[in-house]
């Protein structure tokens, strides 16, 4: 079985992390940017697990286990968030969605 | 390929293709137990969730052309340079370090659970309390489909 060096699956980790981050900084839509952040977290599992296996310790997967059930919180009450504001706004441009600011 | 798609379906097919290869990348690490858990959770928990939130939102034609009409092609441009750029590193790299190739031994379910239920056992109490505020949460926030205006706002409209 081949397999990879520690820093080969940083950087790839490094990569996921960047493309989210693109992808938070310059999407509108609020389900894209929720999809990013899906991606980010990713990719910092990713880099907790690629630790742990260089380390032989299980550390790693113990906390990719935590990131896990903490996209899963986060994803549950986005989307509630999204579908209440499609309720009362009918939109999903962040930049229409003004009523936060004051 | 995720953050360029226009309509939400094609973006999320891409991501399942992404959480896919971040499990092939676990599975070579020597983490089975984690890519499992990748695909089951991440590629069928919470692609479910967002295929559903997707269909009830009805997001159609007028979403695609709005995010087009935002996304120019100098927008996305240097964005997607820097990633190639990145894209290209890592490949280099990768075929560098197969030479030096070996056998890795896998970090086994057993010890991930006994250090789970051992020395975390407090941060699994708080993850279990996250999940119960997030279900708390997400119930609440979408129990009320009225419309909830503020009181400055009701007198103009019309209630309904």
Do not use: C
Not at chain 1, 69 to 87: K, N, R, T
Not at chain 2, 75 to 93: A, C, G, K, R, Y
Request: hydrophobic letters at 60%; zero cysteines.
């Amino acid at each position: 079985m081949s397999s990879f060096n520690a820093n080969t699956v940083l950087i790839v980790a490094a990569v996921l992390f960047v493309l989210g981050l693109v992808g938070v900084l310059t999407r509108k839509n609020v389900v894209f940017m929720l999809i990013s952040v899906e991606v980010m977290l990713n990719a910092a599992g990713l880099a907790f697990v690629a630790a742990g296996s260089k380390w032989q310790q299980p550390d790693g997967q113990v906390m990719f286990l935590f990131i896990l059930a903490m996209a899963a919180a986060e994803v549950s009450v986005g989307l509630a968030l999204v579908l209440q504001i499609h309720h009362q706004h009918k939109t999903m441009d962040v930049e229409d969605l003004k009523e936060l600011k004051d | 390929m995720v953050i360029t798609r226009y309509r939400p379906i094609h973006a999320l097919l891409y991501l399942v293709v992404s959480f896919l290869a971040v499990a092939m990348i676990f599975l070579s690490l020597g983490a089975p137990f984690v890519a499992v858990l990748e695909i089951i959770i991440y590629a069928g928990a919470i692609i479910v969730l967002f295929i559903f939130v997707v269909m009830m939102l009805n997001l159609g034609k007028d979403t695609a052309l709005q995010e087009k009409e935002w996304l120019q092609p100098k927008v996305w441009l240097v964005p997607s340079l820097l990633s190639l750029v990145l894209l290209v590193e890592m490949v280099v790299l990768l075929l560098k370090g197969s030479e030096f190739s070996m056998q890795v031994p896998v970090v086994d379910p057993r010890k991930v659970s006994l250090s789970l239920y051992g020395q975390y056992i407090i941060a699994v109490e708080l993850a279990g309390f996250l999940l119960m505020a997030g279900i708390v949460g997400a119930a609440h926030i979408g129990k009320h489909t009225k419309r909830n205006l503020h009181r400055f706002l009701q007198e103009g409209e019309p209630e309904k």
